[in-house]
């Protein structure tokens, strides 16, 4: 018996060994990328699906009139020029006759126009609508005070003219060309297959790589669109794995089953170990992590109440446990965007907070209502709350109940009745403080705080409309002022770094602080035969 | 009956393993029961944060801290209170539905017995963490919730043991001499089946609690355990996978802890059931561990 | 012969509805429905929604025609996955849990087996604890923790075998293995007990007294004897593999139907929820089926151990 126990296990080490000596002969496959897109993305509508991990498959699955360098400039995409007229108010986008759809049509005016009216169109529910809010007549359709979508200043020319007429100029429009809620779409697909359209067996695209396999909870597989307008990519294949736990998304990592990992793949005990490999890298990300209150239960509606948490708090314990060099802030804007005065958000002052939650009525936080904190189940999400909870507890006395939701499920609380606390993260759709400072605006679909300031949308509409860079800057400041100092609905935490690591057979990952994955450019293998690392 | 306790107990002490089970669970109840008194073990509180986030075992943190500093002992100690309660919750829920519904069982008719038996069946059909996945996410997060979920997956064991003693002590003489005495119903079952019935179902419920244990870190590590800064033995040991290589020490503790307590569980279970049955040679104990 | 299995396997038809029916019941129970999510749509679409999916009809309407529905064998509609039926879900997802169940139960069964008897010949000794220690350790800690040890041995120090993903043959190993350790302990201590009360019998001792060798007597009678208990107790063990298969699919990253279910749950998926715990009512009330035939056509003499 014993003997036969002992003759398997020979044979299980014996092909364990051969397989470890062929991974060590070729631990990759040429031209394949793994990595790992961490959960299932909700859809791939880009209209309806506006998570990260949505986006990520979508922003290599489709280009738009425009699309971004590596230094965050807008260059030319589906549309081959464009021309800036009326002041700002006007804009003409010409199209490239040799964009195609992987279905062989070309890709027209007609699709964008399409898409932009489904964008706007209030049965759609696009949380991105506010996006186009700057065209005339937009707000007014997607609100419905408007039911002709003709009154909408978006118009196809002709089917390589694209007309956009603004309701004032503004600086930052051109980069929203650039971002996947403006994608084009065929409507002969959309309005053929309904809620199916984005299924394998559906889709059509225009971007550098096509969706051929979609096995759920488990991966997607992406190929090379050969007809792509500027050349096939240089990879063959994508394989996106899911693969919710981090721990195990790193072990792959460093088994050599994946290629590149994120954040996503990436646990705070795992940092500490690769911070000074080569294969590793961290860089800030456009991307803030904040605390938010829903203004309309109580004790929240008290701005007292509000500003007292904002003071309890110290950010400074958020890089001590997270370790991955995030920059406390207590302001709104990003520093790289121009914001971080030091007067305009609160500080860390516990004392204060306490004599404003006395004023409040809670001395001590005595006879506070119970309160909850809604953060999605994720690893480092829970760390931060916690020390936030800590810190409330220590510094105000108020004892906070942490409540953790599935990703899909907090999505769709915050949305639809967040408790009185919860965490929120925005990450920046172009580079410039508009894509922050919007995000409160009482038309946002994204601002779950309830909360909403006639003066703050007023503020940040002339905002839009400035052209002089200095008169600009002053009102999103005063605007961050409003939000941070005053109202208080949020409590900015930290700006996130992203941090990477990359095998030594990846050429061309592109790092910007949008975290934009684009894998285009990308190459595996093809480096020096022979020169294969073991990992680290 | 008193006499068959008291040569059960001996039995038990001559088991080794048994022992050793025994008197490790009731250190680890005597230091939850210490902690759940207010008595400070440690010098740290369980959800007391410090600077020193992620340190190894040392002579100030025993067990080392974690991520927001807390020092690893002292939330192991809470966690025991926790742990321990919730098995021990567990089996006594576990004791009352199925005490109840085993005796109705073997006590009534047939047709309600064969009726009420299917449902065990139904109830054994359905995975027990499905259920509790199911009841959990019901109920919500919180530890009330998690009790009715593991409640409602122990009963069924003790029930069919309830139901199979009654059937079998039903008819046993000082039965019905009680009846012949003129003592109610309620009065045979209380005063006379269930001490007789005893034996089995207690060996039953050593083995719910371990059972729960390990459901409740499962359950845990799925998600639906306690919420934070609650920490018991399943929330710590499944928090700490994450930190497997770089930080072992989150993990290993809890684990073994968690290890140790349904080892001894298990032990005694064993322990006891063998002492129960009067066939047990228990000369097989001599010479050598293990039984 | 036949008519006894046919007649069991009928009866675990009001099993499965009785089982469907409470499934339905606690999900409905659950406040927050899916589409409670869709707040900003505008209140016809919701309502279009619902119509569609019948969800404003009165419950036991809904419950009629969700009978009605399972009897033509359509398990339903998911909503997270966009209308995929969820006879697509689980026609993907069912091999994949299948084959590492199977293997697992396998591996329970050339390990446990052997490990109880080595345990039960070497009674009372060194041999015995250290099997029995082994065995128990199986089933003392939660799965995650044994799997990770498996993951961090194996595949992470001595870069054997796969961390995780099901995208070849090796892919299975690890998991399957994390999964056979606690029906395989479960078993190890069921035939180390039956192992033992063979070796007591008579016609035992008369054999060996016979003189028939110490490795015979094992392989040729006592074994085989002994197996038939451990046929017995497939119910169970499927029960363990299937809870078992939430934990392992999720840390090995593999796309079975405990992921599904679980992901299900967290999103109120109703009829994946439904057809999850449908399918895995069913598996197990074929396990005991199973179960209960194979006692009846082996030796009715022998008696069930009192190890439950």
Known sequence: ?536 | MSEKRNSALQRLSKIPTAMVGLFIILSICVVALLSALGIELTPFAYDQTTTSYLAGPSFEHPMGTDELGRDLLARVIYGARLSISIGLTTALTAFLIGSVYGAIAGFAGSKIDGLMMRGVDIAYSLPDLLVMILVGVLLGRGTTGILIALGLVSWMGTARLVRAQFLQLKNEEFIEAAYAQGQSSLNVILKHLLPNALGPIIVALTFTVPSAILSESTLSFIGLGLSPPACSWGTLASDGWRSLRAHPHLIFFPSLFIFLTVLSFNFLGDGLRDALDPRTRLDKFKGGSGH | MIFPILKRLFMAVPVLLIVASLTFLLVRIVPGGPFDSEKSLPPEIVANLNAKYHLDKPVHEQYVLYIGRLCRGDLGVSYKYVNRTVNDILFDAFPVSCQLGFVALVLAVAFGVPLGAIAALGRGGRQDFLAMFVSTLGVSVPGFVIGAGLIYIFAIQLKLLPVGLWESPWHVILPAVTLAFSPGAYLARLTRASVLEIVEKDWVRTARSKGLSYQATVLRHILRNSLIPVVTVLGPLTAIVITGSFVVEYIYAIPGMGRFFITAVMNRDYDLILGTTLVFALLLVIANTFVDVAYQLLDPRMRMNAED
Not at chain 1, 389 to 411: F, P, S
């Open chain 1, 1 to 536: 018996m014993t003997l036969f126990v002992l003759f398997i296990c020979t044979c299980f080490i014996q092909g364990g060994c051969a397989e470890e000596l062929s991974h060590l002969r070729k631990p990759y496959e040429d031209g394949v990328l793994r990595i790992n897109l961490g959960t299932e993305p909700p859809g791939l509508d880009w209209h309806t699906s506006t998570d990260s991990t949505s986006f990520d498959v979508v922003s290599n699955l489709m280009v738009g009139l425009t699309q971004y360098t590596n230094e965050l400039e807008a260059k030319p995409a589906c549309a081959a020029s464009w021309e800036v007229l009326d002041g700002g108010k006007r804009y003409l986008f010409h199209l490239r006759r040799d964009v195609f759809w992987t279905d062989g049509k070309p890709v027209t005016a007609y699709d964008f126009e399409f898409a932009w009216r489904r964008l706007l169109a209030p049965e759609t529910a696009a949380q991105y609508a506010f996006f186009l809010y700057d065209i005339v007549g937009a707000r007014a359709f997607n609100t419905g005070a408007s039911k002709d979508v003709n009154t909408v200043g978006l118009k196809a020319l002709d089917p390589y003219t694209f007309e956009v007429k603004l309701a004032k100029p503004a600086a930052y429009f051109i980069y929203l060309t650039a971002f996947c809620p403006s994608f084009p779409q065929r409507k002969d697909i959309v309005e053929r297959y309904k809620d199916r359209w984005t299924e394998p067996e559906n889709l059509v695209t225009n971007g550098p790589f096509k969706l051929s396999y979609w096995q759920h909870e488990y991966k997607i597989e992406l190929t090379a669109n050969e007809k792509f307008f500027e050349g096939a990519p240089k990879l063959k294949r994508i394989k996106m794995f899911m693969v919710p736990e981090a721990s195990t998304a790193f072990a792959l990592y460093e088994n050599n089953e994946l290629d590149f990992v994120d954040n996503r793949s990436f646990s705070t005990p795992d940092v500490e170990r690769f911070r000074h490999s080569p294969q590793y890298k961290n860089f800030p990300l456009l991307r803030a992590y904040y605390l938010a209150f829903n203004v309309s239960k109580k004790p929240f509606d008290n701005a007292d109440v509000r500003r007292a948490f904002a003071l309890s708090i110290d950010r400074k314990v958020f890089p001590k446990i997270l370790r991955r060099g995030e920059r406390p802030t207590s302001s709104w804007i990003p520093p790289a965007l121009g914001g971080g005065g030091s007067d305009s958000g609160l500080g860390f002052n516990p004392e204060e907070g306490r004599r404003l939650l006395a004023r409040a009525g809670y001395p001590d936080g005595k006879g506070f209502p119970e309160t909850k904190l809604l953060y999605p189940n994720r690893e480092d999400v829970r760390l931060v709350v916690e020390a936030t909870q800590d810190e409330i507890k220590r510094n105000l006395g108020v004892k906070v109940e942490l409540v953790n939701q599935e990703w899909k499920v907090y999505l769709a609380t915050t949305r639809k009745d967040p408790p009185q606390m919860f965490r929120d993260s925005w990450g920046a759709d172009f580079p410039d403080p508009e894509t922050f400072m919007n995000l409160f605006t009482s038309y946002n679909g994204n601002n779950h705080t309830r909360w909403h300031s006639a003066e703050y949308d007023r503020l940040i509409e002339a905002a839009e409309g400035e052209q002089d860079k200095n008169k600009r800057a002053e009102l999103y400041r005063r605007a961050d002022v409003m939000l941070c100092r005053e109202a208080v609905p949020i409590v900015p935490a930290y700006l996130a770094t992203q941090n990477i690591m990359v095998k030594p057979w990846v050429k061309g990952i592109a790092i910007n602080p949008l975290d934009f994955q684009f894998f285009k450019t990308v190459t595996v293998g093809d480096t020096a035969a022979g020169e294969v690392s073991k990992s680290p």
